[in-house]
T-cell receptor
Framework: AQSVTQPDIHITVSEGASLELRCNYSYGATPYLFWYVQSPGQGLQLLLKYFSGDTLVQGIKGFEAEFKRSQSSFNLRKPSVHWSDAAEYFCAAYLITGGGNKLTFGTGTQLKVEL | DAGITQSPRYKITETGRQVTLMCHQTWSHSYMFWYRQDLGHGLRLIYYSAAADITDKGEVPDGYVVSRSKTENFPLTLESATRSQTSVYFC???????????FGDGTRLSIL
C-alpha cells in the first residue's frame, strides 16, 4: 500500500543546532513530495515541494529537503534551528498517476526546541 | 485578503445532532478537500471535490456528507454526530490535482 512514514514522533534540539527530520515513502514511482509545518491551533503551511529536477529543494524559513530515490526518502533539514521553529512537521506525497488526487500524509514529527 | 476560511473555529454539540462545518476560499481553486486530524493518525481525507458539483470519497467518508454548488464553498455535514467524530477538521484547496494544498485554520469539533 502507498504510505508515507515519519519514523520520529518527537525530536528535541537545542536552539542553534542543526535539524534533520526523516521522511520515507512507499510507492512504485516517484511521487510529488511536500513538507508542511503546523503551529499550535493553526492549519498546515507549505514549507517546500519536490516535483522533479534538482533533488535539493529550498523552502521558506530557511528549510531545505533532499530527495533520494535510492532510499525513497525526502528528509527535511535546517542548519540552525530557532525557537520559533517548534511545531509539528508533516511530510506528504502524491502519486503521479492518471487517477486519484489523494495527498497522503505521514503521522507527523513534533519538534521541541530547547533554549 | 485572499485565503481559505473555516467556520466555526470551535463547536460543541451532542450525539445525534446534525452539524455543518463551513469552508470558503477566495482563490478560485478548482480542488477542495476535507480532512480530519486525530492524534496518532495524522491527517485523513474525508471527501474532496475537483470542481463545482463534483465530489468524491476519501479515506474516511462514512458519516459525512459534502456538497459543492459553488466553486468557493465546500461545506461538510455530519448528519447524525457520533463521539468518534470528535476531531479537528481541516479544509484545504489547490489549483490542480497534484498541486500544493492550502489549509484553513481548522474547526475543533467536540461531540458529547
Amino acid at each position: 500500500a502507498q504510505s508515507v512514514t515519519q519514523p520520529d514522533i518527537h525530536i528535541t534540539v537545542s536552539e542553534g543546532a542543526s535539524l534533520e527530520l526523516r521522511c520515507n515513502y512507499s510507492y512504485g514511482a516517484t511521487p510529488y513530495l511536500f513538507w508542511y509545518v503546523q503551529s499550535p491551533g493553526q492549519g498546515l503551511q507549505l514549507l517546500l515541494k519536490y516535483f522533479s529536477g534538482d533533488t535539493l529543494v529550498q523552502g521558506i524559513k530557511g528549510f531545505e529537503a533532499e530527495f533520494k530515490r535510492s532510499q525513497s526518502s525526502f528528509n527535511l533539514r535546517k542548519p540552525s534551528v530557532h525557537w520559533s521553529d517548534a511545531a509539528e512537521y508533516f511530510c506528504a506525497a502524491y502519486l503521479i498517476t492518471g487517477g486519484g488526487n489523494k495527498l497522503t500524509f505521514g503521522t507527523g514529527t513534533q519538534l521541541k526546541v530547547e533554549l | 485578503d485572499a485565503g481559505i476560511t473555516q467556520s466555526p473555529r470551535y463547536k460543541i454539540t451532542e450525539t445525534g445532532r446534525q452539524v455543518t462545518l463551513m469552508c470558503h476560499q477566495t482563490w478560485s481553486h478548482s480542488y477542495m478537500f476535507w480532512y480530519r486530524q486525530d492524534l496518532g493518525h495524522g491527517l485523513r481525507l474525508i471527501y474532496y471535490s475537483a470542481a463545482a458539483d463534483i465530489t468524491d470519497k476519501g479515506e474516511v467518508p462514512d458519516g459525512y456528507v459534502v456538497s459543492r454548488s459553488k466553486t468557493e464553498n465546500f461545506p461538510l455535514t455530519l448528519e447524525s454526530a457520533t463521539r468518534s467524530q470528535t476531531s479537528v477538521y481541516f479544509c484545504a484547496s489547490s489549483d490542480g490535482g497534484n498541486q500544493p494544498q492550502h489549509f484553513g485554520d481548522g474547526t475543533r469539533l467536540s461531540i458529547l
